[in-house]
């Protein structure tokens, strides 16, 4: 099953970093989760990091030794729209799957 999200918004390292941040939207991670669990590399990581900081998409949870965990900020505005088109996708490509699922068990 494709992922609706990036082929929406498109395959990149900004969105690929927000996908795994909204599909574990209760969790949070170190940078080093999130490079390795989104599929980008730690420099690109430090390349769009800040800026999701700065706009306050992603914050700052706790502090476990040196390592410091994060979380998209489910507070902020536009992530709260960006969650609800992840989910308005992920229900659609889920009613496709469903429908195929019925096209094939009648074949």
């Given at each position: 099953m494709?992922?609706?999200?990036l082929?929406?918004?498109?395959?990149?390292?900004?969105?690929?970093?927000?996908?795994?941040?909204?599909t574990g939207?209760?969790?949070?991670?170190?940078?080093?989760?999130?490079?390795?669990n989104?599929?980008?590399?730690?420099?690109?990581l430090h390349?769009?990091?800040p800026?999701l900081?700065?706009?306050?998409?992603v914050?700052?949870?706790?502090?476990?030794?040196?390592?410091k965990?994060?979380?998209?900020?489910?507070e902020?505005?536009e992530?709260?729209?960006?969650?609800q088109l992840?989910?308005?996708?992920?229900?659609k490509?889920?009613?496709?799957y469903?429908?195929?699922?019925?096209?094939k068990?009648k074949?």
């Amino acid at each position: 099953m494709s992922n609706a999200f990036l082929d929406f918004l498109g395959d990149n390292p900004n969105t690929r970093l927000l996908e795994f941040l909204i599909t574990g939207r209760e969790f949070d991670y170190t940078l080093t989760d999130m490079a390795k669990n989104a599929g980008i590399s730690w420099s690109t990581l430090h390349r769009v990091f800040p800026k999701l900081q700065k706009q306050k998409i992603v914050i700052k949870t706790r502090s476990i030794g040196r390592a410091k965990l994060f979380k998209i900020n489910l507070e902020n505005q536009e992530v709260k729209k960006l969650v609800q088109l992840f989910d308005s996708l992920l229900v659609k490509q889920l009613e496709k799957y469903s429908e195929m699922q019925v096209i094939k068990a009648k074949a």
